[in-house]
Structures are given as structure tokens and as C-alpha cells.
């Protein structure tokens, strides 16, 4: 099993532009996870899923969007990129909610 | 979630036992306390997770005092590998279950330095 893969590992944007975050998982896992992580901080949660074509807010979900069509895929997107935007992306799937496998993240700059 | 309070940092000599020590002082009685670990610029990885009995698994034991106001994670011999940040979270119950959706809240840790 590959676990929770996540692309692209880095990013530059410019100010304005958008992207999608990419995240697959191959555990057959119902729930996932999008976090992300500013320098020297914790993880916040900005959105998960419960199930394919079920998605909710997390803590930060403001500027970003998901879509949950497959059990094993769970794109973030982003619109208009800010710099506040700026972090490192974490992608996590779990079978129960309680056990989360996390991708090894995504680094993304935006200038 | 209910707050949890960790010491930022401790150390720790290779082959001894680390205790790291966790405030949930709000904490419901039918939620449970998770601990996770986080290896520099990796994702966290799950270490393990009670809700009021002493736990062990194949990583790490918690325990729990009887008035779950706070817990204690234990890694019986530290090596190097175990130098992380170390996160107590315990995650606001949604039913009477117990269950979170797995919507955790990482806090700042606590930052173990396992030393030669």
C-alpha cells in the first residue's frame, strides 16, 4: 500500500492564482483530512469528509474548497491565492476517525 | 476540544524512559485523549489513544489519572528517532459515543529531545 500520497510536494503561486492540492489514499478509508501548518505551529483542521460526496468546515476553511467524489480521492482548491495562504498542506485519511495516516504534505509559497 | 497544556520542551537520555505529561483539565467523560507525534517536516504520526483505563500498545503507554484531568504518555527506552514534537489533543465528543469525526486540534506540543 502507498498510504496517503500528496502532489505536488512544492509550489510557488503567484498572488491571485489558483491550484488544487492533490491527495489519493489506497486504505479504503472513509474519513479525510485536509490541515494545514504555519511555521512553528500546530496543524488546523480546514476541512474533512466523511464519506464520498460528504465534505464539512474545519477551523480554517475560509479561501479554500473541497470536493469528495471517490472514496479515494479528496481534492483541496484554492482560489485566489493570498499570502496568507503561505503554509505546509497535510492530507490524512482514517478508517474510524480515531487512527490518522498522514501524506508527507505539500510546501507551498505564495508571492 | 477541551484545552490541553503540555511543557514546551524536555529532554531525555537515550535508553531511558520519557514522560510526557498532559493537562485536559475540561475534559467530558465520554471523551478521549489522543497523542501524536510529529518528526521534523514530516506528517504526524498516530501514537495512541485512551478514554479513562491505562493503555500499551507496541509504541507507547498512557496513563490516565482516575480523574482524567490530565495523562501521562510514556516511551519506555527513548532513542534518537523518538525526538519529535509530541501533541495531547482531545477532541470535543459530538455524540454520546464519544465520536469526533477524528476533528482533532494540534496544540503546540511539547518538543522531546532524546539525547545520546
Known amino acids: 500500500n502507498a498510504g496517503v500520497t500528496q502532489t505536488p510536494k512544492f509550489r510557488i503561486l503567484k498572488i491571485g492564482q489558483s491550484m488544487t492540492l492533490q491527495c489519493t489514499q489506497d486504505m479504503n478509508h472513509n474519513y479525510m483530512y485536509w490541515y494545514r501548518q504555519d511555521p512553528g505551529m500546530g496543524l488546523k483542521l480546514i476541512y474533512y469528509?466523511?464519506?464520498?460526496?460528504?465534505?464539512d468546515k474545519g477551523e480554517v476553511p475560509n479561501g479554500y474548497n473541497v470536493s469528495r467524489s471517490t472514496t479515494e480521492d479528496f481534492p483541496l482548491r484554492l482560489e485566489l491565492a493570498a499570502p496568507s495562504q503561505t503554509s505546509v498542506y497535510f492530507c490524512a485519511s482514517s478508517y474510524s476517525g480515531i487512527e490518522q495516516y498522514f501524506g508527507p504534505g505539500t510546501r507551498l509559497t505564495v508571492t | 476540544d477541551a484545552k490541553t497544556t503540555q511543557p514546551p520542551s524536555m529532554d531525555c537520555a537515550e535508553g531511558r524512559a520519557a514522560n510526557l505529561p498532559c493537562n485536559h483539565s475540561t475534559i467530558s467523560g465520554n471523551e478521549y485523549v489522543y497523542w501524536y507525534r510529529q518528526i521534523h517536516s514530516q506528517g504526524p504520526q498516530y501514537i495512541i489513544h485512551g478514554l479513562k483505563n491505562n493503555e500499551t500498545n507496541e509504541m507507547a503507554s498512557l496513563i490516565i489519572t482516575e480523574d482524567k484531568k490530565s495523562s501521562t504518555l510514556i516511551l519506555p527506552h527513548a532513542t534518537l528517532r523518538d525526538t519529535a514534537v509530541y501533541y495531547c489533543i482531545a477532541p470535543t465528543s459530538l455524540n454520546a459515543g464519544g465520536t469526533s469525526y477524528g476533528k482533532l486540534t494540534f496544540g503546540q506540543g511539547t518538543i522531546l529531545t532524546v539525547h545520546p
Open positions: 469528509s466523511v464519506g464520498a460526496g460528504i465534505t
